[in-house]
T-cell receptor, first 110, second 115 residues
């Protein structure tokens, strides 16, 4: 059972467009992590957010943690084909266990 | 780069056979995790080690599954009498375990196909 709901499930956009991926839960998390995964590989960590309302920027990627620490978003500005992949959010509600969303498959067309 | 490594990367086996996977965590990481990921889903937690102690096992981990981390370094995950439903990507992750926000770093995974 996935405690985190990600939307949309699939997203296909043209190079240069912006996109936003959402991650929602009814649970409060102590921290939330975003990963990017390519086919046949393990998830690669993008960012960890901890504080409610926190905003982190990583080049063209902007991550936000909701004030109540139940939701998060990932915004990509001027998407490039190299941004193509599966984006996963994962929440930690205790000291160690991560609960993952089902992921958003992003395709950026050249 | 001494990230998390997993071996083998791919394993094809016949139903009923036993398989064993290995995970080498980032050195000095005292926490090690196993997850399973099926197509179209995010990873699901299987089990967790703090040093050599296995502290939690998910209900997903049936009696046919066993994991060990004998010296608190590398870990093995064994599946006995494999079934077709065991086909999945098995992911290992490690973390330092020293901070309140304990970031997990994943290996490349082992893709298991049970025929």
């Amino acid at each position: 059972t996935q405690l985190l709901e990600q939307s949309p499930q699939f997203l296909s956009i043209q190079e240069g467009e912006n996109l936003t991926v959402y991650c929602n839960s009814s649970s409060v998390f102590s921290s939330l992590q975003w990963y990017r995964q390519e086919p046949g590989e393990g998830p690669v960590l993008l960012v960890t957010v901890v504080t409610g309302g926190e905003v982190k920027k990583l080049k063209r990627l902007t991550f936000q943690f909701g004030d109540a620490r139940k939701d998060s978003s990932l915004h990509i500005t001027a998407a490039q084909p190299g941004d193509t992949g599966l984006y996963l959010c994962a929440g930690a509600w205790n000291d160690y266990k991560l609960s993952f969303g089902a992921g958003t498959t992003v395709t950026v067309r050249a | 780069d001494t990230g998390v490594s997993q071996d083998p990367r791919h394993k094809i086996t016949k139903r009923g056979q036993n398989v064993t996977f290995r995970c080498d965590p980032i050195s000095e990481h005292n926490r090690l995790y196993w997850y399973r990921q099926t197509l179209g889903q995010g990873p699901e937690f299987l089990t967790y080690f703090q040093n050599e102690a296995q502290l939690e096992k998910s209900r997903l981990l049936s009696d046919r599954f066993s994991a060990e981390r004998p010296k608190g370094s590398f870990s093995t995950l064994e599946i006995q009498r494999t079934e077709q439903g065991d086909s999945a990507m098995y992911l290992c992750a490690s973390s330092a375990g020293t901070l309140d926000t304990d970031t997990q770093y994943f290996g490349p995974g082992t893709r298991l196909t049970v025929l």
